[in-house]
């Protein structure tokens, strides 16, 4: 058995007029939480997209093997339903939604700082933040193989912030997740992920490997490492190098 | 306060109108025989009310305007959202749809007599031919609202036709049904009226062809007094509907 839980064989997609991936390839490790950084419009959510199938590539293939749940930018919050109940959604529409999920998706309420009162509230009565909140929520509450998150974190403040990523990470650890994450915050590649993955246009991707040490951290003991920093730098020097 | 305001505002025309109308009329019996007279249409009015034929025929027309309005809706909204599960079908049916909706309905009268005699049934029958078509187009239009990226969520997470109806197409489309109806409770009643003038024995749209060939024009005019209330009824109910659309929803959808 293979230790790649997605490959990504010569693929070939391209916009009207903008070609994104020309015969790219990749593989992606299962228990591993990989980011995928790279500059607007490199194609780092197509890349999501394509994965999951939402887009069809021109040529190439694609092959996932295990069941997956995307968190993309657009968050899917029915306005005739409470905040409560659009935590549930995915679970519901998988026909997953037990007692024991319920009770899960209480404590993310508690854990992700959403008060007791914003569970009856509509999604239009929240604000970004909270609306983002609910909807990784609704994403994490999802038993999955693979989680495709799409900036994940996009509007919450720092302080929750940290306290999602070490959750994340914790839950994908103790239950053998691979996470696929795109992401513009450096920080959140450098405490989240075992690997980056640069993505530029029309190039081939390149990868960057944590130490061993610093992989086996959660988020919030990475944070006070010494080589926290370094890493930091690391990337944003090998971000601007990018094309 | 700003309320009363308003109100005191909207009312100014309508006390201007009927004070001209009762000036230009009061002391002229040749006026008052063309045009009757507000005082008088509002006795006849109360003389009808009471001795009970008003309100008789008043609810004849509203049993068979409501009845057409409801079956409209209702066949014509499913008929809208089951054209979207058939692309195919659909791009066919538009320009029938369009074609069918077009014909006067004052010209399907004569064979709705011929399929349905010319009791009740037929005017439920003109009222409901009047709303249909524009149920059908509201709800193929509300159904196709939809946000993609919505649509593809539930896709993603392996959802159900039902589930997908119910908190997606549905949902999304509430505000186009809700406008049907109220488009369609206008429509409905002069469906209902068209039947009655056409062919009856009872209703409004009797009532004003007998007064008018008694040159009753006071009757005419306290007839078309209810129509405007019957009208007002309906869409009044349809902005019941729309205040408590998140209750209703909810109830069906979650």
């Given at each position: 058995?293979?230790s790649?839980?997605?490959?990504i064989?010569?693929l070939n997609?391209?916009?009207?007029?903008n070609?994104?991936?020309?015969?790219f390839?990749?593989t992606?490790d299962?228990?591993?939480?990989?980011?995928?950084?790279?500059n607007?419009?490199?194609?780092?959510?197509t890349?999501l997209n394509?994965?999951?199938?939402l887009?069809?590539?021109a040529?190439?293939?694609?092959?996932?093997n295990?069941?997956?749940?995307?968190?993309?930018?657009?968050l899917t919050?029915l306005?005739?339903?409470?905040a409560?109940?659009n935590?549930?959604?995915a679970?519901?529409l998988r026909?997953?939604?037990?007692?024991q999920k319920?009770?899960?998706?209480?404590?993310l309420?508690?854990?992700?700082?959403?008060?007791?009162?914003?569970?009856?509230?509509?999604?239009?009565?929240?604000s970004g933040?909270?609306?983002?909140?609910?909807?990784?929520?609704?994403?994490?509450?999802?038993?999955?193989?693979?989680?495709l998150l799409?900036?994940?974190?996009?509007?919450?403040?720092?302080?929750?912030?940290?306290?999602?990523?070490?959750?994340?990470?914790?839950?994908?650890?103790?239950?053998?997740?691979?996470?696929?994450?795109?992401?513009?915050?450096?920080?959140?590649?450098?405490?989240?992920?075992d690997?980056?993955?640069?993505?530029?246009?029309?190039?081939?991707?390149?990868?960057?490997v944590?130490?061993?040490?610093?992989?086996?951290l959660?988020p919030?003991k990475?944070?006070?490492?010494?080589?926290?920093?370094?890493?930091?730098?690391?990337?944003?020097?090998k971000?601007?190098?990018?094309k | 306060m700003?309320?009363?305001?308003?109100?005191l505002y909207q009312?100014?025309?309508?006390?201007a109108?009927?004070?001209?109308?009762?000036?230009f009329?009061?002391?002229?019996?040749?006026?008052?025989?063309?045009f009757?007279?507000?005082s008088k249409?509002?006795?006849?009015?109360?003389?009808?009310?009471?001795?009970?034929?008003?309100?008789h025929?008043?609810?004849v027309?509203?049993?068979?305007a409501?009845?057409?309005?409801?079956?409209g809706?209702?066949v014509?909204?499913?008929i809208?959202?089951l054209?979207?599960?058939?692309?195919?079908v659909?791009?066919?049916s538009?320009?029938?749809?369009?074609?069918?909706?077009?014909i006067?309905i004052?010209?399907i009268?004569?064979?709705m007599?011929?399929?349905f005699?010319?009791?009740?049934?037929?005017?439920?029958?003109?009222a409901?031919?009047?709303?249909?078509?524009v149920?059908?187009?509201?709800?193929?239009q509300?159904?196709?609202?939809?946000?993609?990226?919505?649509?593809?969520?539930f896709?993603?997470?392996?959802?159900?036709?039902?589930?997908?109806?119910?908190?997606?197409?549905?949902?999304s489309?509430?505000?186009w049904?809700?406008?049907?109806?109220?488009?369609n409770?206008?429509l409905?009643?002069?469906?209902?009226?068209?039947?009655?003038?056409?062919?009856?024995?009872?209703?409004?749209?009797?009532?004003?062809?007998?007064?008018?060939g008694?040159?009753d024009?006071?009757?005419v005019?306290?007839?078309?007094?209810?129509?405007i209330?019957?009208?007002?009824?309906?869409?009044?109910?349809?902005?019941?509907?729309?205040?408590?659309?998140?209750?209703?929803?909810?109830?069906?959808?979650?």
């Open positions: 058995m293979s790649n839980i997605i490959n064989h010569n997609f391209s916009f009207p007029n070609p994104i991936f020309m015969d390839s990749c992606f299962k228990n591993k939480i990989i980011t995928i950084i790279g607007s419009g490199c194609g780092k959510s890349l394509l994965i999951s199938r887009l069809e590539p040529s190439g293939n694609i092959t996932v295990g069941s997956f749940i995307f968190l993309t930018q657009h919050l306005p005739y339903h409470t409560y109940e935590a549930l959604l679970c519901e026909k997953a939604k037990t007692k319920e009770t899960e998706v209480d404590d309420f508690e854990l992700f700082k959403l008060f007791e009162d914003s569970k009856t509230k509509f999604p239009q009565e929240l933040g909270m609306q983002q909140r609910i909807g990784l929520i609704q994403t994490l509450s999802v038993d999955a193989q693979i989680y799409d900036e994940p974190l996009k509007g919450v403040d720092r302080v929750t912030g940290l306290i999602i990523q070490d959750y994340i990470w914790r839950k994908f650890k103790a239950n053998h997740i691979t996470g696929l994450i795109v992401t513009h915050d450096i920080e959140q590649a450098v405490l989240l992920s690997k980056i993955l640069f993505l530029s246009a029309n190039n081939p991707a390149e990868e960057f944590f130490d061993k040490d610093f992989v086996s959660p919030d990475r944070l006070k490492t010494d080589c926290y920093k370094k890493y930091m730098l690391h990337i944003i020097e971000l601007g190098e990018l | 700003k309320k009363i305001k308003n109100l009312i100014i025309p309508l006390v109108f009927l004070s001209l109308w009762e000036l009329t009061m002391n002229s019996p040749r006026n008052t025989f063309l009757s007279r507000p249409v509002i006795a006849k009015l109360i003389e009808k009310i009471s001795d009970g034929e008003l309100i025929h008043f609810g027309t509203a049993f068979e409501f009845a057409g309005l409801v079956l809706v209702l014509g909204s499913i809208g959202f054209l979207l599960y058939f692309p195919k659909s791009k066919i538009k320009y029938y749809v369009i074609a069918l909706s077009s006067p004052f010209a009268a004569p064979m007599i011929i399929w005699g010319i009791g009740i049934k037929m005017k439920v029958a003109m409901f031919f009047s709303t249909v078509f149920a059908i187009f509201q709800a193929y509300g159904g196709q609202n939809i946000n993609k990226r919505d649509a593809e969520f896709k993603l997470n392996g959802a159900s036709d039902k589930q997908r109806f119910w908190k997606l197409t549905f949902p489309s509430i505000d049904l809700i406008q049907s109806l109220k488009l409770s206008g409905a009643v002069l469906g209902a009226f068209i039947g009655e003038f056409i062919a009856s024995d009872k209703g409004l749209g009797f009532i004003i062809i007998r007064a008018s008694l040159y024009v006071s009757y005019l306290a007839a078309t007094i209810c129509i209330i019957l009208t007002l009824i309906f869409n009044l109910g349809a902005t019941f509907i729309e205040k408590n659309k998140l209750k209703i929803i909810r109830r069906i959808s979650v």
